[in-house]
Structures are given as structure tokens and as C-alpha cells.
């Protein structure tokens, strides 16, 4: 078992930046590919970032791709997501997940609670 606790969201105006940071026990997280996740009021869960299990190869959505940063830290068990140059389209809540390596969230078997992300435009 695996237990995420995401945190660092917050209400940030546009053009800002925010990190997020996933912290997690249990199993260590060397042994899973990572994700962030993200769902907005009324739309459906959407992919945004992934890194496999050494922190080498990382994938991101086209929406986040160079504003965007995913890396890990397997010593310290935590995930993090840089974000940088925020937009209003940017506000949801956002999950991490641990699981295989793969932008479908079908593929990761564990999920945080969520930290919300606001951009004010």
C-alpha cells in the first residue's frame, strides 16, 4: 500500500508560479512511474505530467508542456510539480498518482486527495 498527500496548491494570479509536492509512505515510490493529474468543476480527470521510476524520462501534456516541470526525489519520497506562467484554464484540483508509466490514469493504482490550484486572471 501506498498512502499520497499532495500540498503546495493555492490561489496565485496569472503569469505566477506555484510547486506542488506529493509526499508519500508506505511502499517506497522508487518502485512506481508518477503522474500528476489534474480535474476541473465539470470536466473530466486530465492527464498532465508523468516520470518513470529513476526521474530520467518524463511526459507532459500538451497543454503544460514548457511551463511545466515534473521531477522526484526517491530518497526523500516525494513528487513535485513546477509550475510556472499560470493561466486562468490552469485552476483545478490536482492529484498525484503512482503507478505504471503511462498518461491514462487506468494505469496508476494509487491517488492523493487532491490540492487545489487557483489562477486569477
Known amino acids: 500500500q501506498v498512502q499520497l498527500i499532495e500540498s503546495g496548491g493555492g490561489l496565485v494570479q496569472a503569469g505566477g508560479s506555484l510547486r506542488l509536492s506529493c509526499a508519500a509512505s508506505g511502499r517506497t515510490l522508487s518502485s512506481y512511474a508518477m503522474g500528476w493529474f489534474r480535474q476541473a468543476p465539470g470536466s473530466e480527470r486530465e492527464f498532465v505530467a508523468a516520470?518513470?521510476?529513476?526521474?530520467?524520462?518524463?511526459a507532459y501534456a500538451a497543454s503544460v508542456k514548457g511551463r511545466f516541470a515534473i521531477s522526484r526525489d526517491n530518497a526523500k519520497n516525494t513528487v513535485y510539480l513546477q509550475m510556472n506562467s499560470l493561466k486562468a484554464e490552469d485552476t483545478a484540483l490536482y492529484y498525484c498518482a503512482a503507478g505504471g508509466w503511462s498518461s491514462s490514469s487506468e494505469a496508476y493504482e494509487y491517488w492523493g486527495q487532491g490540492t487545489q490550484v487557483t489562477v486569477s486572471s
Open positions: 516520470v518513470n521510476r529513476d526521474g530520467i524520462v518524463m
